[in-house]
């Protein structure tokens, strides 16, 4: 029994980083955490409650598309957030984001096609691609266009990833720069895919929904990140009123249903906007803190981080090997951090990616562990 | 944005069946539900109150192999169930075998690889094939055979699927035929995928896993059927050692993990046992009373029900339209049933499958009614 071509993708590097990091803690080192992309939060308490309430139910399949009032629910959030009138039939409950990207790329490409992506960018993106024979075609950015592509940048292929805010970097998509960059794709016969996940998590730059300048695109989203629920895997997708027959199939054959016990909980995060922008409160001093002190401390070539909980730093000037350093932080600093090259198979040898998505007082006590280890270097 | 060739998936008529039987439902009707292939019993009551225990914590990502207990805990069911002896390390946890099954194709087989299953077979096998641009490879299967495959008819392909007990048959492969058929397999190059999901619901033929006679297979199952969790979306697989870092990275990046609080409730599930086989002792009545009623109503030409909770019945002598023949046993006799198209699309428009996986009253009067119903035709 051999392994297929499709199935040799690359190691997700910041999963090795925290099997490392693991590793100290069996040890008996405290690390700080600073390379996960997840909240430390729970759930919120409402969400829980309701499912604790629900647990005497069967909680058998539900329909493929997800609970009727939980893709209602999921519309209203488009009239509150965007101003958007969003048809609740558009909205495809998906196991996670990670389940909406494997939906959108079956019924948009065949065996063969070309997607194009920003790079840097969630390496997953790339590596659920060539799992599903696609080809991915990076798009290098800027550091001055804020690592987001623009229209003239955009390659023939039969599809576009556009990530606002984005990851590694925090940056968000102007609505200007959504229309231009959905409208050149539309020239160019691309299909685009808008992943939203971080939407919510921004600190005064606003965030636009590509869905507010077409309604030809698949818009991607999840509870895992503004309603702090990432393992729960619950996600969603918005797809054309044409598409939704066919992602219906697709849903129905590839995923049966995305999990019951998820969607109940999921459905009562909808109501629970004032411990989310709690949490929300939490990421804003956070990163406050970062953006006062990582320069001080030497790590000042950073992408203006506009949304998300990440900040991404070019260390250029201070390796050339970002595996190896963020190994050395690890060890001598007792600080996970993320070794760009998940992010930038090319460029990402000289950046790091920081998560603030931890309690404050981690922050504080990783950015203290980082001065010192910088002044000790 | 145009509809991929690889999406074009064929609807999932049971899906349909159970719409239909939904609307007669809301204008008021009362249905009895023979259509759908799960527990109406909800996860086990320890499964659950686990669960509600662990709600306070955060239940985020968990490695994408799953929680080490409850890998734990799974190879020693294979202990319990079969004597075989089983690294934990092989056992990969997957949001339900539907995911297992995303997983065992991205990691086996390449873009237009042939994949050979038995028709009657589950119809997912086919779309997620087809959606993942590989070819379903259709295996016409006898009753004499028990609807199962013999190695002399297996074609030339890069994979097979066995699945025992079989969906929509319910027969079960001996240790002898499952040794013969993966040998063969073996000969012809082919990866083998068995598809274990119906084990611990067996009637008194007993059940092997094809680990019993061979390393060199991808198994899958669940905790749907037997442990009564199906909107759980929890199931795992069963892979040679050298194919578990490919499975784990492919897992990172399709999955992350499976759902958190799925895991947790599973893990307590392992210990429900005697919950388990209360559910068994009530698919055995069901299925008693469909082997005493059915023959007298009218369907005498069944598979052996050796294990699952279905029967499938040749209706060739009351229809060539299995799919109209359903409609208006929904309709004139209030029994939703699935016509056999899903399974087999050559045969299946003369073929039903009947599940017994609802309360014994519920079979009890369904029969009355298909008895009522079959009388008056």
Chains 1, 2 share one sequence.
Request: glycine share 8%.
């Amino acid at each position: 029994m051999k392994q297929s071509r499709r199935g040799q993708v690359d190691p997700f590097i910041v999963m090795d980083v925290m099997e490392a990091a693991r590793k100290a803690e069996a040890a008996g080192r405290h690390i700080i955490h600073m390379e996960v992309g997840q909240p430390s939060t729970p759930a919120p308490a409402g969400a829980r409650r309701a499912l604790a309430l629900a647990l005497e139910q069967p909680l058998g399949y539900t329909v493929a598309l997800g609970l009727p009032a939980l893709r209602q629910g999921i519309a209203q959030l488009y009239r509150r957030w965007y101003g958007v009138d969003l048809d609740p039939a558009r909205v495809v409950v998906t196991p996670g984001s990670s389940g909406a990207f494997i939906l959108a790329f079956s019924a948009l490409f065949d065996a063969g096609d070309r997607v194009a992506l920003g790079e840097p960018g969630y390496p997953s993106y790339r590596q659920i691609l060539r799992a599903m024979s696609l080809e991915p075609v990076g798009i290098p950015t800027r550091p001055e266009d804020r690592y987001q592509p623009r229209p003239q940048d955009l390659p023939q292929a039969q599809g576009l990833i556009l990530a606002s805010p984005g990851n590694p970097s925090g940056t968000v998509l102007r609505r200007d720069e959504l229309a231009a960059l959905t409208a050149r794709a539309a020239e160019l016969g691309m299909a685009v895919i808008s992943d939203e996940i971080y939407h919510g998590l921004d600190y005064g730059a606003g965030f636009h929904s590509a869905l507010e300048v077409t309604d030809d695109v698949f818009v991607i989203n999840s509870f895992s990140k503004y309603f702090s629920m990432t393992g729960w895997r619950v996600g969603w997708m918005v797809v054309p009123e044409h598409m939704i027959r066919t992602v219906e199939r697709i849903a129905q054959n590839m995923f049966i249903c995305p999990p019951h016990a998820s969607q109940v909980a999921a459905l009562a995060a909808l109501d629970c906007i004032d411990e989310a922008d709690q949490n929300l409160a939490v990421y804003a001093e956070n990163r406050r803190l970062m953006l006062e002190r990582l320069p001080q401390i030497g790590f000042d070539r950073i992408a203006p981080p506009e949304g998300a909980f990440y900040i991404y730093a070019d260390v250029s000037a201070l390796t050339t090997d970002s595996l190896g350093f963020a190994a050395e932080i690890l060890d001598k600093a007792g600080v996970a951090v993320t070794p760009g090259l998940d992010f930038d198979p090319h460029r990402g040898a000289q950046t790091l990616r920081f998560s603030y998505a931890g309690s404050t007082a981690d922050i504080a006590e990783g950015l203290e562990r980082l001065a010192r280890f910088m002044a000790a270097r």
